[in-house]
């Protein structure tokens, strides 16, 4: 059952949006009303997501990007598979991207970094974050897809608590190259995750590495090229 807020999203207008965002940013998203909306785990409280039914999006989008190469808001899945300054607005203005993710049939989870030379914290910090906006968000009624990572590989538990099991689920492996120690640190992770979760399907974004589990994958282009390709023909 989907709770609800004292608002209804579909007739807050501009100035709206702004002022609940206002009000929960001055203690963050973090802030009680928020919290009350999504349940946790009990080992290390972290945000439980729930599992989405295999339905496999005919294209993704970052999201800031779906007006720029015009694609139709029903043929596109948004995802968050950008630097973190582009999903940051959604974890200081959350209410606004409940507003703005509610066009849409489905959406892929945030994917904060948690990256390999980063401090542990900063890691687990990101890791909760992804969780908690997921979680957030589906329960307002959007379809999210879990985009699970890992910080560690000696932690993958603690990383994959809270998301769910038997599920459509995203991963994206953009920025990993060609360097061997980036993808073999990618694909350990990868089976870690994949072990323990056990998905359904896995949609995939980024360059694949050898040693994926193609039979369940659907792997889509860098919708950034494509951009980029698009402007270049002007």
């Known amino acids: 059952m989907?709770?609800?807020?004292?608002?209804?999203?579909?007739?807050?207008?501009?100035?709206?949006?702004?002022?609940?965002?206002?009000?929960?940013?001055?203690?963050?998203?973090?802030?009680?009303?928020?919290?009350?909306?999504m349940d946790f785990t009990s080992k290390h409280e972290q945000p439980?997501?729930?599992?989405?039914?295999v339905d496999i999006p005919?294209?993704?989008c970052a999201l800031h990007r779906i007006n720029d190469i015009q694609i139709g808001d029903s043929d596109c899945c948004p995802h968050f598979f950008v630097d973190d300054n582009k999903i940051e607005p959604a974890w200081s203005r959350p209410i606004l991207?409940?507003?703005?993710?509610?066009?849409f049939?489905?959406?892929i989870s945030p994917n904060f970094?948690?990256?390999?030379?980063?401090?542990?914290?900063?890691?687990?910090?990101?890791?909760?974050?992804n969780k908690f906006l997921t979680a957030l968000w589906q329960s307002f009624g959007i379809n999210v897809i879990p985009a699970p990572s890992c910080g560690?590989?000696?932690?993958?538990?603690y990383y994959m608590e809270g998301w769910p099991k038997a599920s459509l689920i995203a991963i994206n492996s953009t920025g990993i190259g060609y360097d061997k120690h980036n993808r073999h640190l990618f694909?350990?992770?990868?089976?870690?995750?994949?072990?323990?979760?056990?998905?359904?399907?896995?949609?995939r974004y980024g360059p694949f590495v050898e040693g994926e589990k193609k039979e369940i994958s659907t792997y889509y282009s860098n919708d950034a090229k494509r951009k980029e390709a698009k402007d270049g023909r002007k």
Do not use: C
């Open 2 to 37: 989907n709770r609800q807020l004292f608002f209804d999203f579909d007739f807050l207008d501009e100035n709206q949006v702004a002022n609940l965002d206002y009000r929960f940013s001055n203690q963050g998203p973090l802030h009680m009303v928020l919290n009350q909306f």
């Open 48 to 53: 439980i997501v729930k599992p989405v039914p």
């Open 58 to 60: 005919q294209s993704i």
């Open 97 to 103: 991207y409940i507003k703005k993710l509610k066009r």
């Open 105 to 107: 049939n489905r959406s």
């Open 113 to 129: 970094s948690i990256f390999e030379n980063m401090v542990e914290e900063q890691k687990r910090w990101n890791s909760f974050r």
């Open 152 to 157: 560690k590989i000696s932690d993958v538990e």
């Open 187 to 203: 694909l350990t992770t990868y089976n870690a995750m994949i072990d323990i979760l056990k998905p359904k399907h896995i949609l």
